[in-house]
């Protein structure tokens, strides 16, 4: 499975700061993602990008901002956090389901704890 | 739009059979992807349907049926470590949009 980090592990911000979360693969995966898990939400998708500097919008991506300047770093920035950022976020990369065959599966890191204040 | 739905919670016995039901309605759609999630972790894969039909991987099997926007996954043998969340997500052109989660509580 692809190695991600995803840093900083747990956060705690003010409301009106920036905040950037970084995620980091190490299997040269194209495309790379970006969403918030929230109760009674469920995964909903912030960004994604299929390649350096090729990004798009998901469901929920007011208040967001990302970049991509390198395959292996994804960032995902909240330009001025309010207190309805605060959630957990996934950065997920997407991976052959069975090499040689074809499918593809999502990879998810181990998740980000914010909390706007 | 795009509408995603599976139960809220479920509770079963340890070594009875559990089944998960997923209806969707997409704009597009290239397959059905089943995630277990326990508290406090990421979501790790379990199953992946394309084509309609059973796929059977141990314990666990999914069953997809696209003319009816339908899926199920279906849990036997239930284990006390079966307790966990279990999405339910379609893929359409490299998005990936999830439901809100099963919540299953397997009891002793």
């Known amino acids: 499975d692809a190695g991600i980090t995803q840093s900083p592990r747990h956060k705690v911000t003010e409301t009106g700061t920036p905040v950037t979360l970084r995620c980091h693969q190490t299997e040269n995966h194209r495309y790379m993602y970006w969403y918030r898990q929230d109760p009674g939400h469920g995964l909903r998708l912030i960004h994604y990008s299929y390649g350096v500097k090729d990004t798009d919008k998901g469901e929920v991506s007011d208040g967001y901002s990302v970049s991509r300047s390198k395959t292996e770093d994804f960032l995902l920035t909240l330009e001025s956090a309010t207190s309805s950022q605060t959630s957990v976020y996934f950065c997920?990369?997407?991976?052959?389901?069975?090499?040689?065959?074809?499918?593809?599966?999502?990879?998810f890191g181990s998740g980000t704890q914010l909390s706007v204040l | 739009g795009q509408n995603i739905d599976q139960p809220t919670e479920m509770t079963a016995t340890e070594g009875a059979i559990v089944q998960i039901n997923c209806t969707y309605q997409?704009?597009?759609?290239?397959?059905l992807f089943w995630y277990q999630q326990h508290a406090g972790e990421a979501p790790t894969f379990l199953s992946y349907?394309?084509?309609?039909g059973l796929e059977e991987k141990g314990r666990f099997s999914s069953f997809l049926s696209r003319s009816k926007g339908y899926s199920y996954l279906l849990l036997k043998e239930l284990q006390m470590k079966d307790s966990a969340s279990y999405l339910c997500?379609?893929?359409?052109?490299?998005?990936?949009?999830f439901g809100t989660g099963t919540r299953l509580k397997v009891l002793a």
């Open positions: 997920a990369t997407l991976q052959t389901l069975i090499p040689g065959q074809g499918g593809e599966k999502l990879f």
């Open positions: 997500a379609v893929s359409g052109t490299y998005k990936y949009i």
């Open positions: 997409t704009s597009g759609f290239n397959g």
């Open positions: 349907n394309v084509l309609d």
